[in-house]
């Protein structure tokens, strides 16, 4: 089942740069997306959502940009901090039915 | 802040047997979750609970799993005749309304269960 993709296992980058991560979908009845943060040993945390009838939302340093005819929404954090490096988990949400990506590992270098 | 609970951060159980893993939601929260993470994989969505019944479950949700909400405040899952493979992190959980925008999620600290 690879309803939801995150093709990078894994990303880093320099403080202060941007930080873009992706993520790739299959299925159109999709509602709503949303990125989660992840540390060790903690639950995700909720960073920002999009309703699918949006191509944009944005929250401080986070953007979620959504590109529905390619099925793909990325995550942009500027400027990036070494307290963002975490796991990153892409979810999309059919009613109250949550499909999570495979998660991308964000390192940000000091 | 209010925050989601989860008892007890670490159960060990021998195959066979059965556990109840437990989550207090935020208090006026409406809809609760129940997600596992096998050790290295991706977050997996087991099943939502609204109005005293499970709402959406996956396919991983079978007749092992059951949910209840027995006082009002917890929020349990429980496994029947454990297997190995059920090992694995469980995060319990819950959401204020049904929408998503501007509603999300909390996750609780999990519990890690392991199955000997």
């Known amino acids: 089942d690879q309803q939801v993709k995150q093709n990078s296992p894994s990303l880093s980058v320099q403080e202060g740069r941007i930080s873009i991560l992706n993520c790739d979908y299959t299925?159109?009845?999709?509602?709503?997306f949303l990125w989660y943060k992840k540390y060790p040993a903690e639950g995700p945390t909720f960073l920002i959502s999009?309703?699918?009838?949006?191509d944009k939302n944005e929250d401080g340093r986070f953007t979620v940009f959504l590109n529905k005819s390619a099925k793909h929404l990325s995550l942009h954090i500027v400027p990036s901090q070494p307290g963002d490096s975490a796991v990153y988990f892409c979810?999309?949400?059919?009613?109250?039915?949550?499909?999570f990506g495979p998660g991308t590992r964000l390192s940000v270098l000091p | 802040e209010p925050e989601v609970t989860q008892t007890p951060s670490h159960q060990v159980t021998q195959m066979g047997q059965e556990v109840i893993l437990r989550c207090v939601p935020i208090?006026?929260?409406?809809?609760f979750y129940w997600y596992r993470q096998i050790l290295g994989q991706k977050v997996e969505f087991l099943v939502s609970?609204?109005?005293?019944?499970?709402?959406?479950k996956s396919e991983i949700f079978d007749d092992q799993f059951s949910v209840e909400r027995p006082d009002g405040s917890n929020f349990t899952l429980k496994i029947r005749s454990t297997k190995l493979e059920v090992s694995a992190m469980y995060f319990c959980?819950?959401?204020?309304?049904?929408?998503?925008?501007?509603?999300?999620?909390?996750f609780g600290p999990g519990t890690r269960l392991t199955v000997t």
């Open positions: 979810a999309a949400q059919i009613r109250q039915n949550f499909v």
């Open positions: 959980a819950s959401k204020k309304t049904g929408g998503a925008a501007g509603y999300e999620q909390y």
């Open positions: 999009i309703s699918s009838i949006k």
């Open positions: 609970f609204y109005n005293n019944e499970i709402s959406e």
């Open positions: 299925n159109s009845m999709f509602d709503y």
């Open positions: 208090s006026n929260h409406l809809y």
